[in-house]
């Protein structure tokens, strides 16, 4: 057996995973948890990321030996560095304010629809493509020779090599899916200088080995490698879902975010898939994710914070006492998308949709699991369609499969079985696409077959009414039932 640190960044906290891999056995522990805690500074919104890196400084002495080390993390944010790779300031989160009304701007240069057909990715205000546009005029920018994408920059003080995984570079919406090479027309149009970015590396490629200031700083022996991951998280938990072999299925990554799709072959860069703003970003060996983000428990951890962290478990008891479906909103509307007041304004969404305005913790936190559930329908309804791919099952791997009744409420809404788990499915698959790269296991589907020999799978099965569910959907998009 073999030892594999796993980085895995989450938007509110990161955690180091030790998976222990050998050829039938796959075993994984947490070595160290630390916060994700963002600061809001006078100019507006920005990352830890000096902490964040002394949290997986501490993870990997935490660790012990391994035989390498993998990041992934979020998306489309990034950190800028100066002539001699210095960081010019910390990152901007991806929820910051700069990025309000500059899509029209793109627009005006790179018109929706061919951004799209060119790109395959989904209007999100703070894709990457957004963000370096809301910073054209700013001194910072001007002064950047280098921009590394969040586990590409962490990656670089580890090992002091610059690189871009390709995962992550196809959510900054300057990547080409069918070419899996940057859009060069896209940048041009709208001045962006690709020359920022380093050169493109592909999950399993080598990314250096830890520098002896870092072997010092952790305990570990050297050569420790470096190896390149799907390091946007939603490319390793994809790569983690436990499908059998020529299984028809559809994902839901669920956490903060739920992103919920199928994987496919090639990119469906339709102007319908557009208009129901479904993306195509890039996962292992090529593949694609056609997904559509949904703004996930982000609903739920708002509201607890509102209340105060009450006990979460007390709220889901209450909550499946609540009638099904009696207030709904609608999970990815940009209302919810900025921190604070939560449940308010769930409460003033169903005030203007005319639906009873929930007046318990239970009645909010149904409100937002039978939402959440009702956009997974949604979502996987519309991806099988785009894509003429039908599916027989569902995954929910991620955060969420922790949540038994959003679970449960899932396969009741989308009328197909749910299996949830792994829970850990971004580490695993950190992990196991180390481990693939070191020759400790084969293909992508026999990655998959370890995962569900070894992993606790939980199966639901789809029960209720499911013309309740249609017309919860009709009444959300404001139609009669």
């Not at 489309?76 to 210095?86: I, N, P, Q, T």
Request: a negative charge; one cysteine or more; hydrophobic letters at 45%.
């Amino acid at each position: 057996m073999k030892s594999y640190a796993a980085v895995d960044l989450g938007a509110s906290s990161g955690r180091v995973m030790v998976g222990r891999v050998g050829p039938d056995s796959l075993e994984l522990t947490e070595a160290h948890r630390f916060p994700n805690r963002p600061v809001r500074v006078p100019e507006g919104l920005r990352w830890d990321v000096l902490g964040l890196y002394a949290g997986v400084l501490d993870g990997l002495r935490a660790a012990g030996r391994v035989d390498s080390v993998g990041i992934d993390g979020w998306a489309v944010d990034y950190g800028l560095l100066d002539a001699e790779g210095a960081l010019l300031g910390n990152p901007v989160h991806y929820r910051d304010a700069r990025t309000e009304g500059v899509a029209e701007k793109v627009w005006a240069s790179v018109p929706p629809e061919e951004l799209y057909a060119a790109t395959g990715i989904q209007y999100a205000p703070f894709n990457t493509l957004y963000q370096l546009t809301a910073a054209r005029s700013t001194a910072q920018l001007a002064a950047a020779r280098r921009l590394l994408l969040i586990p590409d920059l962490l990656t670089y003080w580890l090992t002091g090599e610059q690189g871009t995984e390709l995962t992550n570079a196809s959510t900054t919406q300057l990547v080409d899916p069918r070419t899996r090479d940057w859009s060069y027309d896209v940048a041009a149009r709208l001045g962006i200088d690709l020359e920022l970015f380093a050169p493109l590396r592909r999950p399993g490629d080598p990314a250096g080995v830890l520098r002896p200031e870092v072997l010092e700083q952790t305990g570990l022996s050297g050569p420790v490698p470096v190896t390149a991951v799907g390091s946007h998280d939603t490319a390793s938990a994809v790569a983690a879902v436990p499908a059998g072999d020529g299984e028809r299925f559809a994902y839901i990554c669920t956490g903060t975010w739920s992103l919920a799709g199928l994987e496919l072959d090639e990119p469906v860069l339709t102007e319908e898939s557009r208009a129901a703003n479904f993306t195509n970003e890039l996962g292992l060996d090529g593949t694609v994710r056609h997904l559509r983000n949904i703004m996930g428990l982000w609903l739920l951890q708002e509201c607890v914070r509102a209340w105060g962290d009450p006990d979460l478990g007390e709220l889901l008891r209450e909550a499946a006492e609540v009638p099904a479906l009696r207030s709904v909103v609608d999970a990815q509307d940009a209302a919810f998308l900025a921190p604070g007041r939560m449940p308010e304004r769930i409460a003033q969404a169903c005030r203007a949709s005319g639906q009873p305005v929930p007046a318990t913790r239970g009645e909010f936190t149904r409100c937002i699991l039978d939402s959440l559930a009702l956009a997974h329908r949604r979502a996987i309804g519309e991806a099988q369609r785009l894509a003429d791919h039908p599916v027989d099952v569902v995954h929910i791997v991620g955060g969420g499969t922790r949540n038994a009744l959003l679970c449960r409420l899932t396969a009741d809404a989308c009328g197909l079985p749910v299996v949830a788990g792994p829970t850990e499915a971004a580490a695993l698959g950190n992990v196991l696409v180390q481990a693939r790269a070191h020759g400790l296991v084969g293909d992508r589907a026999g990655m998959r077959r370890l995962i569900a020999r070894t992993q606790p799978l939980t199966r639901y099965e789809p029960s209720g009414d499911a013309a309740a569910w249609r017309a919860a959907e009709a009444r959300l998009a404001g139609a009669a039932p």
